[in-house]
């Protein structure tokens, strides 16, 4: 029978306009609903299809409550609010505000999936109707999506499906969804610094998202992870200015010999950006000592700052945070992932933490730094540049399914000391096409 989708167009309620539009107007739904169904992939749920006459629109306050009613007792998976020759706002805008408290009383949570399907004719007063009704659910804090085009037109009708198919994942994952969210109140982060670089984008309300969620927090100095980080270590000076006699921590003299002494030329990969070996072993350190004060802590996902006070003085932090949002230690050990953003990036974290409870994987941040569309050949490629400073998981190097072994050969550690005082690598690879990402 295909998924279960609501439809309907609120029409505007003047005599002249019934009589002159209705009847095409309801024509017009008719070749809709047909095709939708034709596809074999949707139940189309239109109250007007067992009424007669011009009842077979929603233009009067009376239909806008029956019709909502009817939504909400079919339990569909999402809403087509049609705008075809003649609308109004004020009736679309009943059904799906009716529509929205009844599924509150049934459960508080729930929000209607809607899409506006509206005609791109300027000679008629549908198109204007469509975005003055898409004004009013924005006014309303009624999310939606739009959908432009002539209602016949193949690609106007593949970008309406593509909604609907979306409406029928999330209502797929709805569950899950559910169980992340009521599962926030074991949330615990930890940040590492605060405000990093005076940006405002980086703060979040915690007191609001405790009160709401349940969701705790706690703000560390770096020094706290810095001083475990260089007791690592037997130094021939100053802790993390000199350099290093002795590794004395067993997980550090593991990743150097593994990593750096096996490979050292990942570590040259940019002819004047080189990382020594003290450097390296240094931020391996710097990911130990946050893993166990996060691990000790009961934290669910971390945040540090790292520039100026670590990047400047002693090396950036970029293996604590690609490895602690990794499913795999440098050692090659499985491990907890510990979502983690650079620079307390508050929003970032959580929603790293978020996509990690909903996909069981790990989750990336970076910055959209570059895109390229190649239209010179026959098969257009565009190439999208999601980069950061250092931090990626290395769970994104190559394609999802290869091995540990290929992932780690498709890492590098390029050095970061054109960028920051202190130095240090950074963690680069290149993730293969043809792959399904989420980016939020």
């Known amino acids: 029978m295909g998924i279960k989708i609501g439809l309907f167009s609120g029409y505007d309620p003047r005599p002249w306009v019934m009589k002159d539009h209705a009847e095409h107007d309801i024509a017009v739904l008719e070749r809709l609903v047909a095709t939708l169904e034709e596809t074999g992939r949707y ?252 691990t000790e802590r009961g934290a669910s996902a971390v945040t540090i700052k790292c520039q100026d006070e670590c990047s400047g003085q002693y090396a950036t932090c970029c293996m604590a945070t690609s490895f602690l949002g990794n499913d795999v230690d440098m050692n090659s050990r499985p491990k907890k992932v510990i979502p983690t953003s650079c620079e307390t990036d508050m929003p970032t974290m959580y929603t790293q933490l978020f996509l990690h409870r909903l996909s069981g994987k790990p989750a990336g941040f970076g910055d959209f730094r570059y895109v390229k569309t190649d239209r010179r050949n026959k098969k257009e490629e565009t190439v999208l540049a999601i980069v950061n400073c250092g931090q990626h998981p290395q769970y994104y190097a190559g394609r999802e399914d290869d091995s540990l072994a290929e992932k780690q050969a498709a890492t590098e550690y390029p050095g970061q000391e054109h960028f920051y005082a202190a130095g240090g690598a950074a963690v680069r690879m290149r993730t293969a096409g043809d792959q399904d990402v989420t980016v939020a």
């Open 43 to 294: 139940q189309v749920v239109w109250p007007g299809r067992q009424r007669s006459g011009w009842d077979r629109l929603c233009y009067t306050t009376q239909l806008a409550e029956a019709y909502a009613q009817e939504l909400a007792q079919t339990e569909v998976v999402g809403v087509v609010n049609v705008h075809q020759t003649w609308t109004f706002p004020q009736t679309s805008q009943k059904v799906i505000a009716n529509y929205a408290q009844l599924l509150k009383a049934k459960d508080a949570t729930a929000r209607p999936r809607l899409v506006l399907l509206s005609i791109q004719d300027t000679t008629v007063p549908g198109m204007v109707s469509g975005m003055a009704t898409a004004g009013a659910y924005t006014q309303n804090g009624q999310s939606f999506c739009h959908v432009y085009g002539d209602f016949d037109d193949p690609v106007t009708l593949k970008e309406l499906y593509a909604v609907l198919d979306m409406f029928d994942r999330r209502t797929k994952v709805e569950a899950q969804v559910r169980e992340v969210v009521q599962g926030l109140h074991d949330v615990h982060a930890i940040e590492f610094g605060s405000f990093s670089l005076q940006m405002p984008t980086t703060r979040i309300n915690q007191e609001e998202l405790t009160k709401r969620w349940g969701i705790t927090s706690e703000s560390l100095d770096q020094q706290v992870f810095l001083d475990r980080a260089f007791s690592m270590f037997q130094w021939a000076g100053t802790p993390g200015r000199s350099a290093v006699k002795k590794i004395l921590h067993p997980e550090v003299a593991e990743a150097v010999a593994k990593v750096y002494d096996a490979h050292p030329e990942k570590f040259s990969v940019i002819s004047d950006r080189h990382t020594s070996r003290d450097k390296y072993a240094l931020q391996v350190a710097m990911y130990i000592a946050t893993r166990d004060i996060a």
